[in-house]
């Protein structure tokens, strides 16, 4: 049995999906379970290779996937009804603001099942930020990380860590910049794009300026979970638990003075959540396998083991709710999970997605040769805003 697993910010989730793989081995003593490592572009190439070819494309018995792509994969017959896989699936053991991202959209037919999920928050080293240090405004916050830089005068020092795991910028990453301005990517009933509307467009602003303005380093840096507890960065926009910082530091000791807030909210107190589903590939050859893998992987002990090995967050809430005892910083993810916003499943948006992170991969560039205005990003915007629309109007 094949199992397409997408690329992370590092090796944690892969070393930790082995481990789990060599359990089940011993407990399935027959079971052949391979995994190939996708990046979101590699496997959205894949997807589309096998609907052109599918004899010469084949597609994996079983896909992680981002939820929001749900929709679209099962609309064009790439994925399976969960029930022909798991026939007693229930959502109610899971988050209800994690069903949007399982169904096909408008229906109650679930196609994927969440897995693991990223809660965005702020991730501050507090003996760093300082007493004073202001997240409850966008305008505060500037002030703030200014007065940071100007204190730590450290060469090659950034303000914000940057984990994107596209390495730059990303469309997932700008949701909550968007959301705090009171913008959105698509207007009401999704019938047309916002995505040219002032609000939306100050938003890409404010996430496009942490890096033109050198808070933020433009790209992810490699081994970027260590600069936190060397000193080199202040804080993080990151959807992983703080204890993403601490692993194989060396230097816990720096981060006792960690602590969680919500990012700034001016015009809204919603918390992104990224979430990370898993589907059955509609030609699989070998569904009774993945069958008995996929039970075997949600179950509640093999979550807690998965989802704890590389810092996030599960999506059964049993599990969740299990880490009030242990966890000092439960309480400000339960409290992040009261108002909820993901990135919309729709036919349209991983369409969407995919020219916006080509977007920002211009920005990028434009950035490191000094080349960036707000003029390009509008540009660039207008032109994704045409293709797209047209696309709403043909589904």
């Known amino acids: 049995m094949l199992f397409w697993l997408l690329s992370d910010v590092d090796a944690g989730k892969f070393l930790a999906l082995k481990k789990l793989i060599s359990r089940f081995s011993i407990e399935q003593p027959d079971a052949d379970i391979q995994i190939a490592v996708k990046t979101k572009k590699s496997m959205w190439n894949a997807l589309f290779a096998h609907l052109r070819d599918p004899a010469n494309n084949p597609v994996a018995d079983l896909l992680e996937i981002p939820a929001h792509w749900t929709t679209l994969f099962a609309k064009l017959g790439v994925f399976l009804e969960i029930k022909n896989v798991y026939e007693e699936i229930s959502l109610d053991k899971y988050f209800a603001f994690l069903k949007s991202g399982c169904v096909l959209s408008d229906t109650e037919e679930i196609f994927s099942i969440p897995w693991w999920m990223e809660i965005y928050a702020l991730i501050l080293r507090d003996d760093m930020a300082g007493s004073g240090f202001d997240a409850g405004t966008w305008s505060g916050f500037l002030e703030s990380i200014e007065d940071i830089r100007r204190k730590a005068k450290k060469k090659n020092f950034f303000v914000i860590e940057n984990l994107s795991a596209s390495n730059a910028f990303s469309t997932s990453e700008s949701a909550p910049f968007i959301w705090n301005r009171g913008g959105d990517f698509f207007i009401e009933n999704f019938t047309g794009l916002a995505i040219t509307k002032s609000e939306t467009l100050k938003g890409f602003g404010d996430y ?13 840096e490699n081994f970027s979970w260590k600069s936190m507890p060397q000193g080199m960065r202040a804080m993080s926009l990151s959807g992983r638990h703080p204890g993403f910082f601490r692993s194989g530091s060396g230097r816990s000791d720096a981060l006792k003075f960690l602590s969680v ?135």
């Open 208 to 220: 496009i300026g942490l890096a033109e303005r050198g808070y933020m380093p433009v790209f992810k």
């Open 261 to 395: 807030a919500p990012w700034p909210r001016d015009r809204s107190n919603l918390t992104h959540i990224n979430c990370r589903n898993l589907a059955a590939a509609s030609s699989s050859k070998n569904l009774k396998q993945a069958a008995v893998f996929l039970k075997w992987l949600i179950s509640e002990e093999n979550l807690k083991e998965f989802c704890g090995r590389f810092f996030v967050f599960p999506c059964r809430k049993s599990v969740f709710e299990d880490m009030e005892h242990s966890d000092k910083f439960f309480s400000v993810y339960r409290d992040l999970c009261l108002n909820v916003k993901m990135l919309p499943n729709t036919s349209v948006f991983p369409t969407l997605e995919t020219l916006l992170d080509r977007m920002f991969a211009v920005m990028a560039e434009r950035i490191l040769n000094k080349d960036y205005a707000p003029d390009f990003l509008l540009k660039e915007l207008i032109m994704i805003q045409g293709e797209v629309e047209y696309l709403l109007s043909i589904y």
